[in-house]
């Protein structure tokens, strides 16, 4: 997957080349949900459900450069980070419970 992609495409909305997208739909709220969609799809691929909880909470809070971004982005983006996170948390996770119960920790990326 290309990540230029949903950027090449918010510009494209920007400049009213979406065919059936309005300006006022563009810019507006709740009008637009394909750009959601698009950030739970990348999350739910990078880390399952738990991937997908991770990006509501980062699409309603926008921390950091998410909230610099335009729609298209900030969700694509936002997508890519929740999934990632989600899956260190896991890992950092399952790491600390495996060193409170003295099992060896053999896994290099697991």
């Avoid at 507006?28 to 459900?49: F, K, S």
């Avoid at 991937?51 to 298209?72: H, M, S, T, V, Y």
């Amino acid at each position: 997957m290309n990540l230029l992609n949903p950027i090449d495409r918010e510009e494209d909305a920007r400049l009213g080349l979406v065919p059936g997208l309005t300006q006022e739909r563009f810019m507006g709220r709740p009008g637009l949900v394909a750009d959601e969609l698009l950030g739970m799809t990348i999350a739910n691929y990078v880390a399952g459900a738990r991937g997908i909880f991770e990006f509501i909470r980062f699409d309603q809070a926008k921390p950091g450069i998410l909230n610099k971004l335009g729609p298209i982005a900030n969700d694509a983006i936002g997508g890519l980070v929740a999934g990632v996170s989600s899956n260190m948390y896991t890992r950092a996770t399952s790491r600390s419970i495996e060193a409170s119960r003295g099992l060896p920790n053999n896994r290099a990326f697991v």
